[in-house]
DNA sequence: CTTTAAAGTTCTATTTTAGAACTGTCAATA
DNA sequence: TATTGACAGTTCTAAAATAGAACTTTAAAG
């Protein structure tokens, strides 16, 4: 499967992981939540190839997920900052992130902790349902097929009206 | 960069993408979320070549994200279930679902909708603070090094010890 | 006139992934 | 008894992606 079909899949995961789903864009992305914007602050932070950072850079304005601005004419140079589809990521980050802090951690703690200007504490992220207020657990929720599903399997990767995918239309 | 070392990161975020950031262990943990465990499900519904998914098995049950259970004595057969550790995946696969529901979604609206068992609401997932309950945006967070973080940079990439890392420590 | 900085581009070598065929064990079938 | 099929992989070669380093362009600074 190459990344191009991926993103046209009826899937929503699949979809977002064509955009973000490879070893460098989530990297990339904390970068810029940390507010990084340059690509040379980018390159020495991450120690990512020059070439591999201008593609991904490239891929994720393609996407509308940072925007490339120019902050300076003679010689025009670019910053990439986040668009509102970009900060949207910040809950898949700090999902991961608190993911890393609670099975990642080694014997020193956590790399780094989260204060809530709002309230002021230090926090940790809860994923909670929109209409009741309480925290989620995978057993307790039912996935249904949607309006744009495909026929009988709600997730599935494939077209079934695709002659080449019958290998995978299983039994 | 390999991935090897980037387990090693003092980044929870780096972490956690060397477990699950690649092409396929997302869409992977996405079916044993769907209650898919074996071997022939994962590789019809997924399409991802056999060599492939059992790479990416054996590296998920090495994380401790799955663990590999003999189903049937002779011929031995084994499938893959969800551990504590894997359950906890549950905000980051619901995050990202949620982005791309927003984001990505095409005139036929959402592939799947989400039930809240405990409600019985179609909901979305909601990120919020664990100390006042409001929900999270990245403006409203500030970041601070933790105990297990290293030196200058609360997130720098690479050990400022490791000689080979003087090009990228940067100006 | 040479050096430096930023933001890339270009090149080759290595690693990963795709795609397909093959293996081994057993049960069911002809 | 021989054959087929299911399952869970392994093994191969070709294609694609990534690593690592050098090179380019524009313009300011020493």
């Known amino acids: 499967m190459k990344w191009d079909t991926l993103e046209e899949e009826p899937c929503s995961l699949a979809r977002t992981v064509a955009v973000i789903g490879d070893r460098w864009s989530l990297l990339i992305l904390r970068e810029c939540f940390l507010r990084k914007r340059r690509f ?3 390159q020495s932070s991450l120690g990512i190839t020059r070439h591999l950072l201008a593609e991904r850079l490239k891929k994720l304005v393609r996407f509308g997920v940072l925007r490339r601005i120019p902050y300076q004419e003679s010689p025009k140079r670019y910053e990439y900052i986040l668009t509102q589809k970009g900060l ?3 809950p898949i980050i700090m999902s991961i992130v608190h993911w890393g802090n609670i099975h990642m951690v080694d014997s020193r ?3 780094m902790l989260h ?3 709002n309230c002021g ?5 809860v994923m909670v349902c929109s209409e009741c207020g309480e925290p989620l657990s995978a057993k307790a929720v039912h996935v ?3 309006p744009g599903a495909r026929q009988t399997s709600p997730v599935h990767a494939m ?3 695709d002659p080449k995918a019958k290998t995978k239309t299983g039994t």
Request: proline share 13%.
């Open 40 to 42: 040379e602050a980018f």
């Open 88 to 90: 949207d990521l910040y």
């Open 109 to 111: 703690g956590r790399p």
């Open 115 to 117: 204060q809530h200007k």
């Open 121 to 125: 504490h230090m926090f940790d992220p």
């Open 144 to 146: 249904h097929p949607g």
């Open 159 to 161: 077209a079934a009206d």
